[in-house]
């Protein structure tokens, strides 16, 4: 690990001012940032420490039905918030499906949105990487593809965004609060994330210098609480990052489908919101045939990097089970494997 | 090693004195800014208890309770305690008598050869703080991110199972 400058601000101006400087980084909870600073992948010149500032880590309720969730708000402390996991039960199945309970004890939901890509020829020093070193090349091209994205890819880069929190975040129009140097501003999640084109080291609409400061959900994610899930496929069914995942949510009248949601992760650089498959819902009967047309539909436009052509397929089937599951209906309790195709039962796991 | 580019020589890692509860007992001492938890803890004070397995996240062999959490002390900066409660397996055993999971741990053969058994403890004990009476899910759920290559895992629920039993 390089040494740096370390910054402790106390409120949000003065951390925006610490971070103007060149090589400046703000630190969270520290499970991804300190991890690359380890490997030297990154050497941030001066840690900006936001977690100390005041009011960051609240959990509010707001007045049309959604709620605001503070940058700093630990990813365990979202999860087992009993009324946020009420009325967004996909949101807080996709937290306990991720990372182990050491790392959500830590993991703050700003970070968790930032969170770098775990291609392994970006966690490897030796290896060409265009995100690490714009223009250097890709070793993941021709290279091990299994893990990488098949939508929304570029020459420069394969590599996909592997959070499991903004799948159901970016289906239910979550909003990004930021502050920076231009003072405050908000950017919907879908539009949050970038693929990658040939600038991957850019990955996100942060301007140097900003900060996310909350991550807010609009009334209406609550209304499709009956019927939301996420499902997560991964070589092991704990403790491992998806190869595919997605949210899928209904509200229904009867049978017919009012209004549905879908979004994708693990297979693009961004979380991947499925429009397309969601209007092909809208107005139709809730059943296996029509789950299937939006399966279709989402990954129409889907392309292997490599020898990953598996996922396209593996996807759809991901997209289907997860609206099989919604349509069913949401659980009492959340299940002991969060969001696993093999689990059982509706034991609870506190 | 390459001099950083970005850097101003002064203020860089300076070493600060922090102050913290460490199993028990106000500590205080002078840690730089990089220092991480865990090699703070082996090699600055010489508590080995705390193991380092991948040294990234991804085995739980250095599981400590800050504020009496489970959290990983290979991704936690030392400085980041100043202020809290951290907790190590050395804290555990009171006058040199094991803890009720150090205990079932020995007596159910939750431990082979030892190496995961001080983050697989820590752990638990963050489990049984919060939840005393969990059932075998809760137990599987929090000990996902400790592995062993030893004991194939029976052998350490149900030394959880039987320390959260004898609480009863
Ligand atoms: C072994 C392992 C397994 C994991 N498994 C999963 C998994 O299955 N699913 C999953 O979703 N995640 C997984 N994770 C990733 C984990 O969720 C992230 O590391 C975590 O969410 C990052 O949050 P943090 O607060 O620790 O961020 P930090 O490490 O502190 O920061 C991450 C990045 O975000 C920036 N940042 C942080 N907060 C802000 C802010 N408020 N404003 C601006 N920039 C900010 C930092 O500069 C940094 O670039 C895993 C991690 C590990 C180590
Ligand atoms: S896929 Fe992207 S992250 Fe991976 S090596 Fe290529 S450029 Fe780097
Ligand atoms: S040494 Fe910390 S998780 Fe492996
Ligand atoms: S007892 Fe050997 S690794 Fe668990």
Same mark, same amino acid.
Request: aromatic content about 6%; glycine content about 10%; some cysteine.
């Given at each position: 690990?390089?040494?740096?400058?370390?910054?402790?601000?106390?409120?949000?101006?003065?951390?925006?001012?610490?971070?103007?400087?060149?090589?400046?980084?703000?630190?969270?909870?520290? +499970?991804?940032?300190?991890?690359?600073?380890?490997?030297?992948?990154?050497?941030?010149?001066?840690?900006?420490?936001?977690?100390?500032?005041?009011?960051?880590?609240?959990?509010? =309720?707001?007045?049309?039905?959604?709620?605001?969730?503070?940058?700093?708000?630990?990813?365990?402390?979202?999860?087992?918030?009993?009324?946020?996991?009420?009325?967004? =039960?996909?949101?807080?199945?996709?937290?306990?499906?991720?990372?182990?309970?050491?790392?959500?004890?830590?993991?703050?939901?700003?970070?968790?949105?930032?969170? !770098?890509?775990?291609?392994?020829?970006?966690?490897?020093?030796?290896?060409?990487?265009?995100?690490?070193?714009?223009?250097?090349?890709?070793?993941?091209?021709?290279?091990?593809?299994?893990?990488?994205?098949?939508?929304?890819?570029?020459?420069?880069?394969?590599?996909?965004?592997?959070?499991?929190?903004?799948?159901?975040?970016?289906? &239910?129009?979550?909003?990004?609060?930021?502050?920076?140097?231009?003072? !405050? !501003?908000?950017?919907?999640?879908?539009?949050?994330?970038?693929?990658?084109?040939? +600038?991957?080291? !850019?990955?996100?609409?942060?301007?140097?210098?900003?900060?996310?400061?909350?991550?807010?959900?609009?009334?209406? @994610?609550?209304?499709?609480?009956?019927?939301?899930?996420?499902?997560?496929?991964?070589?092991?069914?704990?403790?491992? &990052?998806?190869?595919?995942?997605?949210?899928?949510?209904?509200?229904?009248?009867?049978?017919?489908?009012?209004?549905?949601?879908?979004?994708?992760?693990?297979?693009?650089?961004?979380?991947?919101?499925?429009?397309?498959?969601?209007?092909?819902?809208?107005?139709?009967?809730?059943?296996?045939?029509?789950?299937?047309?939006?399966?279709?539909?989402?990954?129409?436009?889907?392309?292997?990097?490599?020898?990953?052509?598996?996922?396209?397929?593996?996807?759809?089937?991901?997209?289907?089970?997860?609206?099989?599951?919604?349509?069913?209906?949401?659980?009492?309790?959340?299940?002991?494997?969060? @969001?696993?195709? &093999?689990?059982?039962?509706?034991?609870?796991?506190? | 090693?390459?001099?950083?580019? #970005?850097?101003?020589?002064?203020?860089?890692?300076?070493?600060?004195?922090?102050?913290?509860?460490?199993?028990?007992?106000? #500590?205080?001492?002078?840690?730089?800014? #990089?220092?991480?938890?865990?090699?703070?803890?082996?090699?600055?004070?010489?508590?080995?208890?705390?193991?380092?397995?991948?040294?990234?996240?991804?085995?739980?062999?250095?599981?400590?309770?800050?504020?009496?959490?489970?959290?990983?002390?290979?991704?936690?900066?030392?400085?980041?305690?100043?202020?809290?409660?951290?907790?190590?397996?050395?804290?555990?055993?009171?006058?040199?008598?094991?803890?009720?999971?150090?205990?079932?741990?020995?007596?159910?053969?939750?431990?082979?050869?030892?190496?995961?058994?001080?983050?697989?403890?820590?752990?638990?004990?963050?489990?049984?703080?919060?939840?005393?009476?969990?059932?075998?899910?809760?137990?599987?759920?929090?000990?996902?991110?400790?592995?062993?290559?030893?004991?194939?895992?029976?052998?350490?629920?149900?030394?959880?199972?039987?320390?959260?039993?004898?609480?009863?």
């Amino acid at each position: 690990m390089n040494r740096f400058d370390y910054a402790r601000p106390a409120t949000i101006a003065e951390a925006v001012a610490l971070a103007a400087e060149p090589g400046a980084t703000y630190l969270a909870g520290g +499970t991804n940032l300190l991890d690359l600073m380890k490997g030297d992948l990154v050497r941030p010149a001066r840690l900006v420490d936001v977690t100390h500032i005041p009011g960051l880590d609240a959990i509010e =309720p707001l007045a049309d039905g959604g709620v605001r969730i503070g940058a700093l708000v630990r990813n365990a402390d979202l999860a087992h918030d009993a009324d946020f996991a009420r009325r967004f =039960p996909a949101i807080a199945e996709a937290l306990l499906a991720g990372a182990s309970a050491q790392l959500r004890n830590a993991a703050t939901a700003g970070g968790n949105l930032l969170q !770098r890509t775990r291609c392994a020829y970006f966690y490897d020093a030796a290896s060409a990487c265009n995100k690490r070193t714009p223009g250097a090349g890709c070793d993941a091209r021709g290279g091990e593809t299994r893990m990488q994205a098949v939508l929304g890819w570029s020459e420069h880069c394969i590599a996909t965004h592997p959070s499991d929190f903004c799948v159901p975040l970016v289906a &239910f129009d979550a909003i990004v609060e930021i502050e920076g140097p231009k003072g !405050r !501003r908000e950017c919907p999640l879908e539009h949050f994330h970038r693929l990658p084109g040939d +600038t991957p080291e !850019r990955e996100s609409d942060l301007a140097p210098g900003e900060m996310i400061t909350a991550v807010r959900l609009p009334g209406a @994610a609550a209304q499709f609480a009956g019927h939301a899930r996420y499902l997560k496929v991964r070589d092991r069914t704990s403790y491992a &990052f998806a190869i595919v995942s997605a949210a899928a949510a209904l509200r229904l009248d009867g049978e017919t489908i009012v209004e549905a949601r879908l979004a994708l992760g693990s297979v693009a650089a961004k979380p991947w919101r499925a429009h397309a498959a969601e209007a092909l819902l809208a107005g139709a009967q809730a059943n296996e045939a029509n789950f299937r047309r939006a399966a279709e539909a989402a990954l129409a436009e889907a392309r292997p990097a490599g020898a990953n052509g598996y996922k396209i397929e593996l996807a759809r089937r991901v997209v289907r089970r997860a609206f099989i599951l919604a349509h069913a209906g949401t659980p009492a309790r959340i299940q002991a494997l969060p @969001a696993s195709p &093999f689990a059982t039962g509706a034991l609870r796991h506190v | 090693m390459q001099p950083d580019r #970005h850097a101003p020589p002064s203020s860089l890692s300076r070493a600060r004195t922090r102050a913290f509860r460490l199993n028990g007992r106000a #500590h205080a001492a002078l840690v730089a800014d #990089h220092v991480l938890l865990l090699d703070y803890l082996r090699e600055g004070l010489g508590l080995t208890g705390t193991k380092r397995g991948c040294d990234g996240g991804e085995c739980g062999a250095c599981t400590v309770l800050i504020d009496g959490r489970p959290r990983l002390a290979c991704l936690t900066r030392a400085g980041e305690c100043a202020g809290h409660q951290v907790e190590t397996i050395e804290g555990l055993a009171d006058g040199g008598r094991m803890s009720p999971l150090q205990r079932a741990f020995h007596e159910r053969l939750g431990t082979q050869c030892g190496y995961c058994t001080p983050g697989m403890i820590m752990a638990a004990e963050g489990l049984l703080r919060r939840n005393p009476d969990p059932d075998e899910a809760a137990i599987r759920a929090a000990l996902a991110g400790n592995i062993c290559r030893c004991t194939g895992y029976v052998k350490i629920i149900e030394a959880v199972q039987s320390a959260a039993g004898s609480a009863r």
